[in-house]
């Protein structure tokens, strides 16, 4: 017993010293601890117990029940004996389900680029990596795994050595119980050739920020992970980490938007639209020290229409265009009216909308709005900002996911001091799970399922901290518009901001809630609005221009030549032959890098197309040449090639032939 004992601790000290030397955080939750036991500030509930038999168990001391339950050496040898290299049971997909029928993709391939189609250069490969890597297919090694659960983790090693893989997150809500393990699992050893990366008690955002850095270490194995729960009620922790991938801007907002918004920003500058200068903040002007109030689409806007009829001539009204038909309904016209998106589906908001409804309002858009949209309102009171590009010299750019936050962060930027949010819910009405108010024509429902890790990134539902209560569910979609306006709050708000939410939403860093009830709406004084909508189209004027001058055609001939690189290289890799797959894979990791200009040395728009676009593809190639078994590996490579080629110059040539026809 004595050379048990013995054994433990020293396991215990090396587990130490490797997270004292590789994961420092780790050490310090435990040496944490530690102290509090040594001192007699945590009573612990667990206890170390070594049974007859030959093996460790876990007790639970207030219920003196064991853990395990039986002998834990067999039974980390059922879970070892339970996982397979198949491409079907205990798998975690890292990426968005996908599935066309050929005829569907043939048609998508050939399409036209468009905003929200991100099968348009990925349908092809993704079709054919899908005829040969079929679910009842074996890996030839999995190179990812994911543990829920680790108990004593007897059977993490043993695991780890039948799959082999190079990357594993081990997820353990019980600090106390991950501790025990420390005395019987070398984690050094689990280590070896491997890296770990942990979530202990974490947070929701800690355990985002732990599970994506897994999911970048070694991103082009993504497809296919196996994930190993130590206990069966482990789904709603599987749905967070499936809500954390589907939270990734390149799975939101991929490769298709981003070039499709490169290959747009530039047609209105050079027709000559007044574009607005967002390179600098601005104060002192007409936004300044009134009250400035952000309406939007959110289930809160819809919900307090009353209390915005009843206030409306205290504010300067700024609102998402997709909130006017709701607006109109209640006689209410907007001083300044934002839309930033680009998808050709916008007719439906302009349902028993008219020219005259706009006549009034400043007009802001987003450099890539569809020109069908541009068409609705009077050009004397449009202005443009570049979005996400920086095609007008000096300029700057500004964007984010969606209108709430984008407006928040635009009008930290103008000048406004007194801001109050309205219907920026980010989150559904908890009562409906409804994703928007009244008259928005792209309503979504949530969806909540507890029995299955397989999640729709448009309905599946989250939980995030509520605005006016204490959490509110959201769509995973949303937590990057979340944390847009957190990083706006860190970028941009000042002293001199002072900035209310009124939504029954999820909480925004920065903006204070703020209960309809606990403000005197009747202290603050009508303003005129013939002043105000005279002052705010001076202001825009004032920092605007439509000059399409020498400075910013040079900017889009730089990218054109920079694209005009990245092509030359594509065309050099379309000659080269290999011997085997593994040679294929190791030219394509390299020619990814190249082209996506991973140190952001050049500034290249399509560099940064190309970075998203290879976070999608790469896992479907390279779990195609993970398929044990698999016939004809040059065949494969020769083919997969030919289409990934193909689809790298349809980006080129439509980002080219697009910026060169503005230069004409």
């Known amino acids: 017993m004595n050379d048990i004992t013995t054994n433990a601790l020293n396991t215990f000290t090396k587990n130490l010293k490797f997270l004292e030397e590789n994961h420092k955080p780790i050490f310090e939750k435990i ?42 050496l067999e039974a980390a040898e059922r879970m070892v004996d339970a996982i397979d290299f198949k491409r079907t049971g205990a798998v975690f997909k890292a990426q968005k389900y996908v599935f066309a029928s050929e005829e569907q993709a043939e048609r998508i391939d050939k399409s036209e680029l468009s905003f929200h189609n991100s099968l348009w250069a990925t349908i092809k490969i993704i079709n054919y990596v899908s005829q040969y890597a079929t679910p009842e297919t074996f890996m030839n090694r999995v190179h990812k795994i994911i543990f829920l659960g680790i108990g004593l983790g007897l059977h993490l090693l043993k695991i780890a050595e039948k799959l082999n893989p190079q990357v ?77 991938v589907l939270s990734q801007s390149y799975i939101n907002y991929g490769y298709s938007a981003m070039l499709f918004r490169f290959v747009s920003s530039p047609r209105y500058l050079a027709r000559g639209y007044s574009f607005l200068n967002v390179n600098k903040v601005y104060t002192d002007n007409i936004f300044t020290n009134k009250p400035v109030l952000l309406l939007f689409s959110g289930p809160s806007t819809s919900k307090n229409i009353d209390w915005i009829v009843e206030n ?124 928007h108010g009244d008259f ?16 729709d990134p448009n309905a599946s539902i989250t939980y995030v901290k509520g605005n006016l209560c204490e959490t509110i ?70 920092i605007g221009s439509d000059d399409f001058n020498e400075g910013d055609k040079g900017q889009i001939s730089y990218q054109i030549k920079e694209a005009k690189k990245l092509e030359k290289i594509i065309k050099q890799h379309q000659k080269k032959k290999f011997a085997h797959a593994d040679a294929y894979l190791q030219t394509l990791a390299k020619l990814s890098w190249d082209l996506s200009d991973m140190e952001y040395k050049t500034r290249s728009d399509l560099a940064q197309v190309y970075y998203e676009y290879f976070s999608i593809v790469m896992s479907y190639i390279f779990d195609l040449f993970n398929t044990k078994d698999l016939p004809n590996f040059n065949k494969h490579v020769t083919n997969i090639d030919a289409l990934l080629v193909k689809q790298l110059l349809k980006m080129s040539q439509v980002y080219i032939s697009k910026l060169e026809a503005y230069l004409k």
């Not at 947070?203 to 082009?220: I, P, S, Y």
């Not at 309102?377 to 500004?398: L, M, N, P, S």
């Not at 709430?404 to 799970?433: C, K, R, S």
Request: aromatic share 14%.
């Open 31 to 72: 040496s944490l601890l530690n102290q509090l036991i040594d001192e007699g500030h945590y009573s612990e509930h667990y206890a170390l117990e070594y049974k007859e038999e030959g093996y460790f168990d876990i007790l639970e001391l207030s219920s003196n029940e064991f853990l395990y339950k039986s002998n834990s």
């Open 168 to 244: 594993i997150f081990i997820k353990e809500k019980n600090l106390e119980t991950f501790r025990l393990s420390l005395f019987v699992t070398d984690y050094a050893e689990l280590a070896q050739g491997r890296f770990l990366h942990f979530s202990l008690t974490d947070d929701d955002n800690e355990e985002r920020e732990n599970f994506l850095a897994f999911l970048n270490r070694g991103n082009n194995y993504n497809l296919h992970l196996k994930h190993i729960p130590f206990t069966m009620d482990y789904q709603l922790d599987l749905q967070r980490l499936q809500s954390h």
């Open 312 to 435: 409306r001539d205290r504010f300067i009204i700024v609102s998402a265009l997709s909130t006017c038909r709701l607006l109109k309904r209640f006689g209410i016209t907007p001083d300044i009216i934002i839309h930033i998106d680009p998808g050709e589906n916008t007719s439906l908001l302009f349902e028993e909308l008219d020219s005259d409804y706009f006549k009034n309002s400043t007009i802001l858009l987003a450099s890539n709005v569809d020109e069908a949209t541009l068409q609705r309102f009077d050009r004397a009171h449009v202005h443009f900002i570049e979005q996400g590009t920086f095609y007008k010299k000096g300029f700057g750019r500004f964007s984010a996911p969606s209108v709430g936050e984008y407006t928040y962060g635009l009008f930290l930027i103008m000048g406004a001091t007194e801001i109050f949010m309205l219907g920026v819910d980010l989150a559904l009405n908890p009562d409906t799970m409804q994703s």
């Open 440 to 455: 928005h024509p792209f309503q979504v429902t949530g969806e909540h399922n507890e029995h299955s890790a397989s999640l």
């Open 473 to 542: 569910p959201t769509l995973s979609a949303y937590k990057i518009s979340i944390e847009q306006v957190a990083i706006f709050t860190e970028m941009l708000k000042r002293e001199y901001h002072h900035v209310h939410n009124l939504s029954n939403g999820a909480y925004l860093e920065g903006c204070d809630p703020l209960r309809f009830s606990d403000y005197d709406w009747k202290g603050l004084p009508v303003l005129d609005r013939d002043y105000l909508r005279e002052g705010i189209e001076k202001f825009f004027i004032s």
